[in-house]
């Protein structure tokens, strides 16, 4: 039995997948795992388009990776400055607070000595 890429050699062993017999110089090809060349080439090609397949997938990934990078980085810089203001507005509104109080009381002091003259303006 002669190989069937070298036509002209001995094979030495049939290939497993396709049955074809094959020569000592295929079957090294595939490191003599009993494949031959041609089917070797089928799995190649296989392979590479399951590559190109998932390249594809992660590039589209990776774009997707930047913008939720992105969005979380801006969510998160908000979440910062509204618990900033959150606390510094707290501080005013009781400083205000404060400050309302002393208006208060000095409006009503005020009032009661404008009202004992008979001026009263509130
Ligand atoms: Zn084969
Ligand atoms: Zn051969």
């Given at each position: 039995?002669?190989?069937?890429?070298?036509?002209?050699?001995?094979?030495?062993?049939?290939?497993k997948k396709c049955g074809k017999a094959m020569c000592?110089?295929?079957?090294?090809y595939s490191n003599h795992t009993g494949i031959c060349?041609?089917?070797?080439?089928?799995?190649?090609?296989?392979?590479?388009?399951?590559?190109?397949?998932?390249?594809?997938?992660?590039?589209?990934?990776?774009?997707?990776?930047?913008?939720?990078?992105?969005?979380?980085?801006?969510?998160?810089?908000?979440?910062?400055?509204?618990?900033?203001?959150?606390?510094?507005?707290?501080?005013?509104?009781?400083?205000?607070?404060?400050?309302?109080?002393?208006?208060?009381?000095?409006?009503?002091k005020l009032s009661i000595s404008m009202v004992n003259?008979?001026?009263?303006?509130?």
């Amino acid at each position: 039995m002669k190989c069937f890429i070298h036509m002209d050699v001995e094979a030495i062993s049939v290939c497993k997948k396709c049955g074809k017999a094959m020569c000592a110089e295929c079957s090294a090809y595939s490191n003599h795992t009993g494949i031959c060349p041609e089917c070797r080439c089928v799995e190649f090609i296989a392979e590479k388009n399951r590559l190109l397949k998932e390249n594809k997938e992660l590039k589209k990934e990776r774009c997707w990776n930047i913008f939720w990078a992105i969005v979380t980085a801006i969510t998160i810089i908000g979440l910062f400055i509204n618990i900033y203001r959150f606390v510094s507005n707290g501080k005013t509104i009781e400083r205000n607070e404060e400050r309302i109080q002393l208006l208060t009381k000095e409006i009503d002091k005020l009032s009661i000595s404008m009202v004992n003259k008979g001026n009263a303006f509130v």
